[in-house]
């Protein structure tokens, strides 16, 4: 097998295992978000954060290794594909390339789905807490009930000392 060939392979193997770990990092936060473990959820998203970097240097290391490989093989294209340079390869170097690729996809089409779960839930718990917060916060009593002279109750003079409450002469 091509030595680059050999690199690509294994860059796309290490994608795929980092992509693993971003799903279990995804299954951790969702249990964090099910109980409410705001600093267990820090703990993962830092976590992630490492990933994330790691994942940038693969990324360019991938891109490097496609263009270098592209060069030698004397192709000039730009924004090509992984489907359409598959077509480059010798069959047995393909059907490997095209494995891992395929697994890749499937991690990353695993994880989007884990993410848009964990947004609902986080939606769900926003929700819950601001019908909590709705529910102990003190409501206004008759707050929309306006006196004929446009005041509404908190604006009278009533017990201000301006006006006495009862007629002292009477």
């Not at 099910?34 to 290391?61: C, F, H």
């Amino acid at each position: 097998m091509e030595k680059k060939t050999q690199e690509l392979i294994t860059i796309f193997q290490a994608m795929t295992a980092l992509h693993e770990r971003f799903n279990d990092k995804a299954l951790q936060k969702q249990e964090a978000v099910k109980k409410g473990d705001i600093p267990g959820l820090e703990k993962v998203m830092k976590e992630e954060s490492a990933l994330i970097q790691q994942l940038r240097k693969l990324e360019t290391t991938r891109q490097h290794a496609v263009k270098t490989w592209m060069e030698e093989k004397g192709l000039v294209k730009e924004d090509i594909t992984m489907d359409a340079l598959l077509q480059f390869f010798p069959e047995e170097e393909r059907k490997e390339l095209q494995h891992w690729q395929q697994r890749l996809v499937m991690e990353i089409k695993k994880l989007k789905e884990q993410n848009e779960l964990n947004q609902q839930l986080i939606e769900e718990s926003l929700r819950f807490v601001n019908i909590s917060l709705e529910t102990v916060q003190p409501q206004q009593q008759f707050g929309n009930y306006h006196r004929p002279s446009g005041k509404t109750g908190e604006d009278d003079d009533l017990g201000s000392g301006t006006r006495p409450l009862f007629d002292s002469k009477a």
